[in-house]
C-alpha cells in the first residue's frame, strides 16, 4: 500500500514569524498535533506537540515565533513511498510524521496515527 492512499491530506501551514500562543490556538481548533512551517512562502519545518513540550515549555516562551521552536528539515517523501518502508523510515529516525510532496508541492501529510489506521485495518 502506498502512502498517498492513507495519508492526511489537509495540511496546515504557518509562517515562522507567528507566536507560538497562536500556532497552538491553530492546532486545538484544527485537532492536530502538527504543522507545516513556512519562510517567505516555502515550507522549511514543522512545530509538533513534542517541541511544544521539549522546546518552548522547558526553556521558551509562548510569546515566541514559532519558526524557533521547529524541526528540521523536513523529512519528505513521496505520495508513492511504501507504507512498510515509511514506518521503517519513522521507527528509525524516532519521528511520528513524514511530509508527503510530489513535484516541490506539499500534498499531505503522513502521520503515526495514519499508520495505526493501515495496520488495523
Known amino acids: 500500500m502506498r502512502i498517498g492512499e492513507v495519508m492526511t491530506k489537509n495540511v496546515v501551514m504557518v509562517d515562522h514569524s507567528m507566536k507560538v500562543r497562536e500556532v497552538c490556538r491553530i492546532m486545538g481548533e484544527n485537532k492536530i498535533g502538527s504543522v507545516i512551517v513556512t519562510r517567505e512562502g516555502k515550507p522549511f519545518g514543522i512545530f509538533t506537540e513534542r517541541d511544544l513540550l521539549s522546546k518552548v515549555l522547558l526553556s521558551g ?6 519558526g524557533k521552536y521547529s524541526s528540521y528539515p523536513l523529512i519528505v517523501v513521496s505520495p508513492n513511498y511504501d507504507v512498510k518502508e515509511a514506518a521503517r523510515i519513522m ?8 511530509v508527503v510532496a510530489e513535484n516541490g508541492e506539499i500534498k499531505g501529510i503522513f502521520t503515526s496515527s495514519d499508520l495505526v489506521k493501515v495496520f488495523g485495518r
Request: a negative charge; proline letters at 0%; aromatic letters at 0%.
Open 91 to 98: 521507527a528509525d529516525m524516532k519521528i511520528r510524521r513524514l
Open 61 to 66: 516562551s509562548l510569546e515566541d515565533e514559532v
